[in-house]
Each structure stands twice: as structure tokens, then as C-alpha cells.
């Protein structure tokens, strides 16, 4: 069965630091993996996703996620942090065929001035 | 183009009652999904949806339902509403074939379910 772990519910970082976001995959076959955002009293907003290929992926809004099948990891990263990050971030895993997404519980991310 | 639009976007009822969401796909798209929202819980994927054909189902109980029409809009219903049904749900709908290697999914505001 899949699952998905987010290490860290609660992430604080001053503007203009790196940001990174711990994911780590549990998955019987290849997944696809993605990263979402949400804003308060908003959906979900899709970051980025891996299927195949590059494992370095760049998404939205200046974020990234490498996808390292040795760790089962697919962290998400942003060189500089803005204020308009500030939001809820879900990673979360799909064995295709459709989308049953199986999400991670998220981490919120505090940017600091 | 209009995004996903659900209605009623807040809605309180009481245990024992029940209830049905709605969701208003894209224009164009024709798997629709669900989810539930919780503290607790996170998110959840209740079922998918499409052309009218339950594609997926997630581990809730048989309360929980849901249909798709022909013009892709869909529709959930909670039977016998628990304090525990609770939640946020979101919808969210993807063209084409509607598969996550190659669709993205377009997620709505959510309806807000309080029960009493």
C-alpha cells in the first residue's frame, strides 16, 4: 500500500533562506509523486509532479523536487523564501491509472521577515 | 475559463441527516474526484469519477456516495451524517483521459461541512 510521510508539520524560515520541505514515499511500484499548496480557504494547487525521467523537477513559483528512488525521497526546495509562500504544502503519491492520490498530512511553512 | 466551482461552499446540518455536494467540473474535463479534509484525518480520497464510471474508490463507508452525470458535474451524498463527517471536501476535476501521469488535477475552494 502506498503511503507518504512529511517530516515536520510546522516549518519556519526567514525571507530570502532556503526552503525545504521533507517527503519520503512508501510504494510498491514506480509512483508518481507531487507536491500541492494550499492557502487558507482555498483548493489544493498543484506545484509540481514527477511521472518519468529527469528526476529533477521544477515547478511553480520558483519551487522544485528531486526524486531520489534510493531514499524514497522527494523533498521540495526553494532558494529564497517570499512571504507569499506561506501556506500548507502536500506531497503525496499516485500509482497512476487514475487519481487515486494518497496524501501526505502536510507541513506548514511560517516565513518570517 | 471557469475553474472548478462547488456549491454550497458552507453548509451545517445535524446527526442523522443527509447531505449532497455538488461539483461543477471544467469545462471540458471529464474525471472528477473527491476528498475529505479533516485536522485529524488530512486528506483523504473518497472516489473518482469518470464518464459517468466510479474509476477509483478510497476506504470509506458505504454513507459515503457519490455520481457523475453526462455533463461531467458531479454529485456526493453522506447518508446518516456522524459529528465525525465533519470536514472540508474537495473536488477536483482533469481533461482528457484523466490519468495522473499525464492529466493535472484542478482542485475547487471546497465545501465546508459542519454537523451538529
Known amino acids: 500500500a502506498q503511503s507518504v510521510t512529511q517530516l515536520g508539520s510546522h516549518v519556519s524560515v526567514s525571507e530570502g533562506a532556503l526552503v525545504l520541505l521533507r517527503c519520503n514515499y512508501s510504494?510498491?511500484?514506480?509512483?508518481?509523486l507531487f507536491w500541492y499548496v494550499q492557502y487558507p480557504n482555498q483548493g489544493l494547487q498543484l506545484l509540481l509532479k514527477?511521472?518519468?525521467?529527469?528526476?529533477l523537477v521544477k515547478g511553480i513559483n520558483g519551487f522544485e523536487a528531486e526524486f531520489k528512488k534510493s531514499e524514497t525521497s522527494f523533498h521540495l526546495t526553494k532558494p529564497s523564501a517570499h512571504m507569499s509562500d506561506a501556506a500548507e504544502y502536500f506531497c503525496?503519491?499516485?500509482?497512476?491509472?487514475?487519481?487515486?492520490?494518497?496524501f501526505g498530512a502536510g507541513t506548514r511553512l511560517f516565513v518570517k521577515a | 475559463k471557469a475553474g472548478v466551482t462547488q456549491t454550497p461552499r458552507y453548509l451545517i446540518k445535524t446527526r442523522g441527516q443527509q447531505v449532497t455536494l455538488s461539483c461543477s467540473p471544467i469545462s471540458g474535463h471529464r474525471s472528477v474526484s473527491w476528498y475529505q479534509q479533516t485536522p485529524g484525518q488530512g486528506l483523504q480520497f473518497l472516489f473518482e469519477?469518470?464518464?459517468?464510471?466510479?474509476?477509483n474508490k478510497g476506504n470509506f463507508p458505504g454513507r459515503f456516495s457519490g455520481r457523475q452525470f453526462s455533463n461531467s458535474r458531479s454529485e456526493m451524498n453522506v447518508s446518516t451524517l456522524e459529528l465525525g463527517d465533519s470536514a472540508l471536501y474537495l473536488c477536483?476535476?482533469?481533461?482528457?483521459?484523466?490519468?495522473?501521469?499525464?492529466?493535472?488535477?484542478?482542485f475547487g475552494p471546497g465545501t465546508r461541512l459542519t454537523v451538529l
Open positions: 503525496a503519491v499516485s500509482e497512476g491509472g487514475g487519481f487515486k492520490t494518497i
Open positions: 469519477y469518470f464518464s459517468e464510471t466510479q474509476r
Open positions: 514527477y511521472t518519468t525521467g529527469a528526476t
Open positions: 510504494s510498491s511500484v514506480p509512483p508518481y
Open positions: 477536483a476535476s482533469s481533461s482528457g483521459g484523466g490519468d495522473s501521469y499525464t492529466d493535472t488535477q484542478y
